[in-house]
């Protein structure tokens, strides 16, 4: 038998190159599926609450299989009403940014959704009572300042809607600080689970709400592409987090930024203003300086 030692560096190394072609991989599907619901959106005219339902409806069918394998057992909690309000808070962040992919260029609407670190880490200090130094404080600001250029609402040309990206990134941040909750006394099946069973039905609700629309033909088939696509990323997602170091490969899911570039300017003919890379430039810094100092204290800690 071969010492661990002697194999371990070629190992590390493979993985950490499998584990960024994954987040990258991600990163391309999702680029592809905010393409197709921008089109649904914003083209061809359909109902962005419907197409938030329909997308997480066929989604959960592609998904039946994963159900299937880990049982209806794993369902099983002591929290059932911290897992709904999680999943509502998921909901109301997928509704708002579909609404907003039908309201704002791709490149705007990305740049914006990705202020939601800032959001986690001033409900963290709120709601979770967690220590946020200066630093912390002062990347936050950075970020908000950067979200501001993209957003100019000083301009004549601003809209509410360009607000929407903003707050599916706050409603995912709540999302996520209950999921952070979670991780302490759950298992990760548990979370996956009930977030798959319950995001349709919350989506459902909101979409009969909003006028219940039944797809057909061209939009239909874009719908099940894009259910497909969203089952297809988060899997890519859960191999780059499971095959290498989060703290590694999340500056590559910050390709997303360039990725959606492209693909509004190839699909849409979107030309992004020089603003956006100085707003998205602040934004991307503060991410990745919090990111850096997450790490630091990680290795005192350890």
């Given at each position: 038998m071969k010492d661990m030692n002697q194999t371990s560096p070629v190992f590390s190394s493979s993985r950490a190159?499998?584990?960024a072609a994954w987040m990258i991989a991600a990163g391309i599907a999702f680029s592809i599926l905010n393409i197709v619901t921008q089109w649904l959106t914003m083209k061809l005219g359909f109902p962005s609450a419907a197409t938030a339902f329909w997308q997480y409806a066929f989604a959960l069918a592609f998904s039946l299989p994963f159900l299937f394998r880990v049982g209806i057992r794993a369902m099983r909690t002591s929290y059932p009403w911290r897992h709904v309000v999680r999943v509502a808070f998921a909901?109301?962040?997928v509704m708002t940014w579909v609404a907003g992919l039908a309201a704002v260029p791709i490149w705007q609407a990305i740049a914006l959704v990705m202020t939601s670190p800032f959001f986690i880490i001033m409900g963290a200090r709120i709601f979770l009572g967690e220590y946020v130094g200066v630093s912390r404080w002062a990347a936050t600001g950075v970020g908000f300042v950067g979200a501001m250029i993209i957003l100019q609402p000083w301009s004549d040309s601003f809209t509410w809607a360009a607000l929407l990206p903003i707050l599916s990134a706050l409603l995912w941040g709540a999302s996520s600080?209950?999921?952070k909750s979670l991780t302490g006394v759950e298992r990760s099946e548990t979370i996956t689970v009930w977030l798959l069973?319950?995001?349709t039905p919350f989506n459902g609700a909101v979409a009969l709400a909003a006028g219940f629309s039944v797809p057909s033909g061209q939009i239909l088939f874009l719908l099940v592409a894009a259910g497909l696509l969203t089952v297809i990323a988060q899997y890519?997602?859960?191999l780059a987090y499971t095959t290498?170091?989060?703290?590694?490969v999340q500056p590559f899911d910050d390709l997303k930024l360039p990725l959606n570039v492209l693909a509004g300017w190839l699909v849409f003919g979107y030309a992004p203003t020089g603003y956006l890379w100085l707003g998205a430039l602040l934004i991307l810094g503060a991410s990745l300086f919090i990111m850096r100092n997450e790490m630091k204290k990680e290795r005192r800690t350890a």
């Open positions: 190159l499998a584990g909901a109301a962040g600080l209950i999921t069973a319950l995001l890519f997602l859960t290498a170091d989060a703290a590694y």
